[in-house]
């Protein structure tokens, strides 16, 4: 069996939701570590604004899925283009499933 062609629109979705998977847990260990800065920094009075930090920390957590998914689509999409492209000219993936 030869892999001759992706479906280039279900490879950008499904490359778009696993990125942006990867975003939402990115987002969330950026916004653990800038809330513990923030409670250190408020602790040693370095920072007249804690609540910055902790903003910017929560606010990764929708940034980051919304960008790494975005990205990850883009990318799926012309990953699967090139693929199609490139099998044409030299073939397919060749797979052996039971």
């Not at 696993?18 to 939402?24: C, D, E, F, T, V």
Request: with cysteine.
């Amino acid at each position: 069996m030869v892999l001759k062609r992706v479906g280039v629109m279900s490879c950008a979705k499904i490359s778009g939701a696993m990125y942006a998977l990867i975003g939402l847990i990115a987002g969330a260990i950026f916004a653990l570590f800038s809330l513990v800065g923030a409670g250190f920094a408020a602790a040693a009075a370095e920072s007249s604004s804690p609540l910055l930090g902790m903003l910017f920390g929560v606010g990764a957590i929708i940034i980051l899925p919304l960008f790494y998914g975005a990205i990850g689509f883009v990318g799926g999409l012309i990953s699967a283009a090139l693929y199609n492209w490139l099998a044409g000219i030299v073939g397919g993936i060749e797979l052996e499933l039971q």
